[in-house]
């Protein structure tokens, strides 16, 4: 069976790498170089604390393959857990918490409720007395997006895949019947059973090509590294502030990365060509927000490098995994957790391809028609 990959970011890496792993002879095209998208701008979160079932599933699956990632593809991805805490200054975010953990806790996230001593326990320079309670699951933390990338590539590398970079998927080829049979770039047609549109922020762009609609919205985010008055100890969760936007996580030396969204406006960008650097103006009202969630973040705090990326937005922040048409198998819209549902994601494509059926996990409701038959999902945990 003959698949083409379109995208060198994790998720068309980790799908790459499954596909092959299966027996597939896959072929991965890369306009870039690998990672150049949204994955080498990432945080490296991975969490399970969801509030929708099928996002903490594919969390779940994919942190099953995070913690054994570093003996299984022989790459040490910087994978800490220190949890994550999300905060609450309203007793109604807090309410909305109970209700998250307790869906969390139904599908196996070992996730509780903590009031703010036992939060300011875990972040000791929390100004507990401006929070009301806290969500906390132990499990969450984050790793590198880059070493999992080259873990994942050389990885596929050995299992036979062709992967290759500077190489633009340039249209889609169909026979009468509307299954796709190949994928042209600008030299050949690479003749396929299937293809996947693994192009993250350019996934709309490419399901064009196939004559395909996608809601799927690149919408700027930006993060920074930030060097605290008091460093942040590598204990200490990746912090969120639901009420405000604001969060933060341990990096290294005591440093840390955060950031948050707070325009209203939030327009679809191109993923060709979008402002990359952070503004003064956001970087300030970053470290505004720090500065009234825990003491770390004085009149000292120096701001060290920033950066912004793009996520894959789609009306419900859930992804779309599924064959849309013959032969034409989505894996996008990953919001801001891509990186983390990569290795679930990767399985999932292969499976579709290679068993006929997604098994890993019950992904019926990620269905691209989901937003015309008024089934969107619900995510009450969204980090922007
Ligand atoms: C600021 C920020 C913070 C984030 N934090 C987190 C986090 O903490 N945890 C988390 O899980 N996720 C996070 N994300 C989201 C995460 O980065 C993405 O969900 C993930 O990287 C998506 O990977 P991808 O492979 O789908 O897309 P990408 O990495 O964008 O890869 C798509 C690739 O397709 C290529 N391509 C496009 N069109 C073509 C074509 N026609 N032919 C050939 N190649 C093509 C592009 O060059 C690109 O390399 C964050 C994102 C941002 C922007």
Same mark, same amino acid.
């Given at each position: $069976?003959?698949?083409?990959? +379109? ?22 095209? #890369? /306009? ?52 994550? $805490? ?19 806790? #139904? ?80 030299? #050949? ?5 299937? $293809? ?8 709309? /762009?490419?399901? /064009? ?14 993060? $920074? ?62 470290? #505004? ?62 499976? +579709? ?32």
């Amino acid at each position: $069976m003959q698949v083409v990959v +379109i995208g060198g970011g994790i998720i068309g890496i980790a799908s790459a790498y499954y596909l092959g792993r299966s027996g597939a002879e896959v072929t991965l095209l #890369e /306009k870039g170089n690998l990672g150049n998208g949204s994955t080498d701008r990432a945080n490296g979160g991975i969490r399970a604390q969801f509030s929708s079932p099928v996002s903490a599933r594919l969390s779940m699956e994919s942190m099953e393959v995070w913690e054994t990632f570093e003996e299984e593809f022989d790459t040490d991805i910087a994978y800490r857990r220190p949890g994550y $805490m999300f905060l609450a200054r309203e007793e109604e975010t807090a309410e909305r918490f109970e209700e998250n953990v307790r869906k969390q806790n #139904e599908v196996g996230v070992d996730s509780e409720m903590l009031d703010p001593d036992e939060a300011a326990e875990l972040c000791p320079e929390l100004y507990a007395e401006n929070f009301v309670a806290a969500s906390y699951s132990p499990a969450d933390g984050f790793a590198d997006p880059h070493l999992a990338l080259q873990g994942f590539s050389t990885a596929a590398d050995a299992a036979g895949v062709d992967i290759r970079t500077k190489t633009e998927a340039v249209d889609v080829r169909k026979d009468a019947t509307g299954r796709v049979t190949g994928v042209e770039t600008a030299e #050949e047609t690479l003749d396929a059973d299937y $293809m996947v549109n693994a192009a993250g922020p350019w996934a709309a /762009k490419v399901a /064009k090509l196939a004559g395909v609609d996608l809601p799927i919205s690149p919408k700027r985010r930006q993060l $920074m590294v930030a060097d605290p008055d008091t460093p942040v100890d590598s204990s200490v969760p990746f912090t969120i502030d639901q009420d405000r936007g604001v969060h933060f996580r341990p990096e290294r030396n005591g440093a840390v990365v955060c950031g948050g969204h707070f325009d209203e406006a939030d327009p679809d960008m191109s993923p060709d060509g979008f402002p990359k650097q952070v503004s003064l103006d956001w970087s300030a009202q970053v470290i #505004e927000g720090l500065s009234d969630v825990a003491g770390n973040f004085g009149p000292e705090t120096a701001v060290k490098e920033g950066w912004a990326g793009l996520y894959s937005m789609t009306p419900d922040h859930h992804p779309i995994i599924e064959e849309t048409i013959p032969g034409f198998v989505v894996a996008a819209g990953f919001s801001g957790h891509g990186f983390m549902q990569s290795p679930a994601a990767g399985q999932l494509v292969s499976e +579709i391809i290679v068993d006929g059926s997604p098994s890993l996990v019950d992904i019926s409701s990620l269905t691209s028609d989901r937003f015309e038959r008024g089934t969107r999902l619900e995510e009450g945990t969204v980090i922007d």
